[in-house]
């Protein structure tokens, strides 16, 4: 069973649209994650959560929201997408003693 | 500059030879993991490690705090070894700092 999910896999979206990420996990882990992956990059950090209620800035968090409901949801919100935003998006759940993650099979997205 | 820096960026290996792939920290990382993220996109987890070092099958890896730097060996590389490895560090509260990644090919 996949620990931590994602939905969708695929999403196209257009410029000035609304585009909601959403992630699941089942690990019962505090820490939540989105991370975006660019060729030429390793993934950058967007937005944390250290639980429910809770939500962080990474290290590259303009143009996004985040929304943390429950444990296991951790959502990744584009009010006002653009084409600078495709991407492909990934999901990670964290120990919160460790600092392990543990990462979903990502979403790719393109916003024409 | 980078942070957490991979070498090298990219690599072919014949099957059935090694390898060693490494990371050097401008950060002071307390811990460390190593990740293969293989052709269909997805992203393993390979190691955790404080310092010391850990091996598991055909891989050991290795991290030293005190010089900063973090080693993932691979012996006797098959082909599904194929892949880009990525290293990330933590260096303080929760987030992981992400190296640029050594895309690996193994030939037949």
């Known amino acids: 069973e996949a620990a931590v999910t994602q939905s969708p896999r695929n999403k196209v979206a257009v410029t000035g649209g609304k585009v909601t990420l959403s992630c699941n996990q089942t690990?019962?882990?505090?820490?939540m994650y989105w991370y975006r992956q660019d060729t030429g990059h390793g993934l950058r950090l967007i937005h944390y959560?250290?639980?429910?209620?809770?939500?962080e800035k990474g290290d590259i968090p303009d143009g996004y929201k985040a929304s943390r409901p429950s444990q296991e949801n951790f959502s990744l919100i584009l009010e006002l997408a653009t084409p600078s935003q495709t991407s492909v998006y990934f999901c990670?759940?964290?120990?919160?003693?460790?600092?392990?993650?543990?990462f979903g099979p990502g979403t790719r997205l393109t916003v024409l | 500059g980078d942070k957490v820096k991979q070498s090298p960026s990219a690599l072919s290996l014949q099957e059935g030879t090694n390898s060693a792939l490494r990371c050097n920290f401008s950060i002071a990382a307390t811990t460390v993991q190593w990740f293969l993220q293989n052709p269909r996109g997805s992203l393993i987890n390979l190691f955790y490690l404080v310092p010391g070092t850990k091996e598991n099958g055909r891989l050991k890896s290795a991290f030293d705090s005190k010089e900063s730097y973090s080693t993932l060996h691979i012996r006797d590389a098959q082909l599904e070894d194929s892949g880009t490895y990525f290293c990330?560090?933590?260096?303080?509260?929760?987030?992981?700092?992400f190296g640029g990644g050594t895309r690996l090919t193994v030939r037949p």
């Open positions: 990670a759940s964290g120990d919160g003693l460790s600092l392990e993650q543990y």
């Open positions: 690990n019962n882990h505090n820490n």
């Open positions: 990330a560090a933590n260096n303080a509260g929760a987030k992981l700092t």
């Open positions: 959560s250290y639980g429910a209620g809770s939500t």
